[in-house]
């Protein structure tokens, strides 16, 4: 079956049945990790259901045998990333950056690169937060931050730093000044983050479920808002993954609603949601 000619027909709704949802929990389990409950259903199907209006396909188990199939890899991460959730602000949990501000710059060694890792990114938001701290605080000391997620359009909405202007309450007054510029004429309504900082930032495709690419250790891994999707085997292996990048007493930040409890050893809790490595 290709998916190189969508029929883009009116197709009627289309009913997503027990059976075909259990196949599509069990492959997004498999690829990202990811546990959908029975609750989860309706979300699949509305999601999914625009992709099967394009191929005028007739029902759910004609798409996954579409994504599963040896040339639907390209449909397959569209499926992925319509199933997963982005969800970001920008500066969201403030305690974390004012932790950044506080402890972890200090600590710098001087004349060594700050590197961070923003292991679930999402559209941007997190690590553009992180580079306008950093350019402001560390007076052109030498910095790093590298940004991943599993979904490959998100990853390029963020590289393009174009963000809705609604985000500019959730951005600080001297930091809206300094690094973002406000779209006029055929960008009205939208925020661009200079390029000074876009440049500074570098992208990558990751899913969390796999080896880690080889990225170089890392002072700083931010983690946040991602292990509640995950069981907690998954929570393990994908903990134990990143930690394998962070330096020995470097900081891993999660979000206020996880707990690493009693899914690593070799760190310790700091304060709530920030954790150093032993």
Same mark, same amino acid.
């Not at 929990?25 to 209006?53: C, F, N, Q, T």
């Given at each position: 079956?290709?998916?190189?000619?969508?029929?883009?027909?009116?197709?009627?709704?289309?009913?997503?049945?027990?059976?075909?949802?259990?196949?599509?929990?069990?492959?997004?389990?498999?690829?990202? *990790?990811?546990?959908?409950?029975?609750?989860?259903?309706?979300?699949?199907?509305?999601?999914?259901?625009?992709?099967?209006?394009?191929?005028?396909?007739?029902?759910?188990?004609?798409?996954?045998?579409?994504?599963?199939?040896?040339?639907?890899?390209?449909?397959?991460?569209?499926?992925?990333?319509?199933?997963?959730?982005?969800?970001?602000?920008?500066?969201?949990?403030?305690?974390?950056?004012?932790?950044?501000?506080?402890?972890?710059?200090?600590?710098?060694?001087?004349?060594?690169?700050?590197?961070?890792?923003?292991?679930?990114?999402?559209?941007?938001?997190?690590?553009?937060?992180?580079?306008?701290?950093?350019?402001?605080?560390?007076?052109?000391?030498?910095?790093?931050?590298?940004?991943?997620?599993?979904?490959? %359009?998100?990853?390029?909405?963020?590289?393009?730093?174009?963000?809705?202007?609604?985000?500019?309450?959730?951005?600080?007054?001297?930091?809206?000044?300094?690094?973002?510029?406000?779209?006029?004429?055929? %960008?009205?309504?939208?925020?661009?983050?200079?390029?000074?900082?876009?440049?500074?930032?570098?992208?990558?495709?990751?899913?969390?479920?796999?080896?880690?690419?080889?990225? *170089?250790?890392?002072?700083?891994?931010?983690?946040?808002?991602?292990?509640?999707?995950?069981? %907690?085997?998954?929570?393990?292996?994908?903990?134990?993954?990143?930690?394998?990048?962070?330096?020995? *007493?470097?900081?891993?930040?999660?979000?206020?609603?996880?707990?690493?409890?009693?899914?690593?050893?070799?760190?310790?809790?700091?304060?709530?949601?920030?954790?150093?490595?032993?």
């Amino acid at each position: 079956m290709t998916v190189s000619a969508p029929l883009k027909s009116n197709t009627a709704a289309v009913v997503l049945h027990e059976k075909e949802f259990a196949q599509f929990r069990e492959l997004i389990y498999r690829i990202a *990790g990811i546990s959908m409950s029975a609750a989860k259903k309706p979300l699949v199907a509305s999601r999914l259901a625009k992709r099967l209006r394009y191929y005028g396909l007739a029902s759910y188990a004609e798409y996954f045998q579409m994504i599963t199939a040896n040339n639907g890899k390209t449909e397959l991460q569209m499926a992925v990333d319509l199933l997963t959730t982005n969800e970001t602000h920008f500066f969201r949990e403030p305690k974390h950056f004012e932790f950044l501000r506080r402890y972890i710059v200090p600590e710098r060694q001087p004349g060594k690169t700050l590197r961070i890792w923003s292991a679930a990114c999402s559209s941007g938001e997190e690590p553009y937060s992180i580079a306008m701290l950093l350019d402001e605080v560390l007076n052109g000391a030498p910095w790093e931050i590298v940004a991943s997620d599993l979904s490959t %359009q998100v990853l390029e909405k963020a590289r393009s730093g174009l963000f809705p202007i609604e985000r500019m309450p959730e951005i600080p007054p001297h930091y809206l000044s300094n690094y973002c510029l406000k779209g006029t004429g055929s %960008q009205q309504g939208t925020l661009l983050i200079e390029r000074k900082l876009r440049e500074r930032v570098r992208f990558v495709h990751y899913n969390l479920t796999e080896t880690p690419p080889k990225l *170089g250790e890392f002072d700083v891994i931010f983690l946040r808002n991602v292990m509640i999707y995950f069981d %907690q085997d998954t929570k393990r292996q994908v903990v134990s993954r990143l930690l394998s990048l962070l330096r020995p *007493g470097g900081h891993f930040l999660v979000g206020h609603s996880e707990t690493l409890n009693g899914i690593n050893e070799d760190v310790r809790l700091v304060q709530p949601a920030v954790y150093r490595k032993l």
